[in-house]
C-alpha cells in the first residue's frame, strides 16, 4: 500500500492523472473479467471410472473423496490407463488440478495427459496442457493443467498412452490422490472455444503431427516466435513461403520455424514438443 501511495503521488506529480486512472480502470477490468469468474466447481456425488483397478482400496472414487492419504490407482498390465469423472452436465472449463499419490512412485505419472470433453471416450476430448513432464511426476505432487482456451466439457480425465517417448510402459500407472477442477461462471466464448473433433479435421489438413515427443534437430530455423497455441504456430508457418515444417511447445510457447521437407526433419526427443508437417 505504501509503495502504492508513493506511486500515486509520482504519478500525479508529472501530471498524468488520467493515464493513471485509465491503468487504475483497466487493471480493474482485467481482474474482474479474467480472474473472478473462474471457480472451484465441487465433485462431490459426481461419479468416476478407471480402467483398471489396483486393488479394492484403490477404487476411483479415492481421487475425489477429499482425502489426500487416499487415491485411486490403476491396476498392473494395464494397456492404456485411464481414469475419469463425469460432471453431470457441461459446463465451461478452465483448469483440472491433480495431487498425486504422496508415498511412492511419482514418476509412474510421466506422460499422462489431461483431457476435457462433451464424451465420455476421453481419447476424443480436448487436451488441457501438454503430457506430464519427469519434473511434473513426483511423489505428492500437485499439477495444474490449463484448458486454454477453456473448454465446454462434461467428462474430465487423464490417460496415459504408454508409447510416448518417456514412458516406461511397465511402471505406466496412474495413481490420483485427489482430483478437483474449476470452471468458468460464463459460458465458454465460441469465438475461443476449442473445434470440435469434426472441425478439427479440416483445421488439421493444413499440418499434421509427424513426430510427437520430439524438437527439431535441424540447424537454422527460419525464425523462433513465441505462440501460445498451436493454431497460432501454424499460422506463423503458413504466412510464411518458405516454411514446410514446424515444432511447437505449449509448454513453453516456443514455436520454431523451418524449410525442412517431412523426410529430411531430424528429430530430437523432448517429451514437451511436437513437430508438424504443412501438408501440400
Ligand atoms: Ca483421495
Given at each position: 500500500m505504501v509503495l502504492l501511495k508513493r506511486f500515486v503521488r509520482r504519478r500525479l506529480f508529472r501530471g498524468d492523472v488520467d493515464i493513471l486512472l485509465v491503468r487504475i480502470a483497466f487493471l480493474c477490468c482485467f481482474l474482474r473479467d479474467g480472474q473472478s469468474e473462474l471457480q472451484a466447481f465441487s465433485l462431490t456425488g459426481k461419479s468416476t471410472l478407471q480402467s483398471?483397478?489396483?486393488?479394492?482400496?484403490?477404487?476411483?472414487?479415492m481421487a475425489t473423496d477429499?482425502?489426500?492419504?487416499t487415491f485411486a490407482h490403476t491396476g498392473p498390465s494395464d494397456p492404456h490407463p485411464w481414469w475419469k469423472l463425469d460432471l453431470g452436465g457441461e459446463h465451461c472449463l478452465g483448469q483440472i488440478t491433480v495431487v498425486l499419490r504422496r508415498d511412492c512412485c511419482g514418476f509412474r505419472f510421466i506422460g499422462a495427459t489431461a483431457r476435457a470433453g462433451?464424451?465420455?471416450?476421453?481419447?476424443?476430448n480436448q487436451r488441457c496442457g501438454e503430457p506430464a513432464t519427469s519434473s511434473q511426476a513426483t511423489a505428492g505432487a500437485t499439477n495444474i493443467f490449463l484448458c486454454d482456451p477453456p473448454v465446454v466439457a462434461r467428462w474430465i480425465s487423464f490417460d496415459i498412452?504408454?508409447?510416448?517417448?518417456?514412458?516406461n510402459p511397465n511402471e505406466a500407472y496412474l495413481q490420483l490422490a485427489e482430483v478437483s477442477v474449476k470452471v468458468y461462471t460464463?459460458?465458454?466464448?465460441p469465438t475461443t472455444t476449442p473445434v470440435p473433433p469434426t472441425t478439427f479435421k479440416l483445421r488439421s489438413a493444413f499440418f499434421a503431427a509427424l513426430h510427437k515427443g520430439y524438437k527439431m534437430g535441424?540447424?537454422?530455423?527460419?525464425s523462433s516466435d513465441s505462440a501460445r497455441r498451436l493454431t497460432q504456430c501454424a499460422g506463423y508457418c503458413m504466412k510464411h513461403s518458405r516454411c514446410f515444417s514446424f515444432d511447437f511447445s505449449r509448454v513453453h510457447g516456443q514455436c520454431h520455424l523451418y524449410s525442412v521437407n517431412a523426410s529430411d526433419v531430424q528429430p530430437v526427443e523432448d517429451v514437451e514438443f511436437v513437430i508438424y508437417e504443412m501438408m501440400p
Open positions: 483398471t483397478t489396483h486393488s479394492g482400496s484403490y477404487t476411483s472414487q477429499g482425502n489426500l492419504a462433451l464424451t465420455s471416450d476421453y481419447a476424443v498412452d504408454r508409447s510416448l517417448p518417456g514412458v460464463r459460458e465458454c466464448d535441424n540447424p537454422g530455423p527460419l
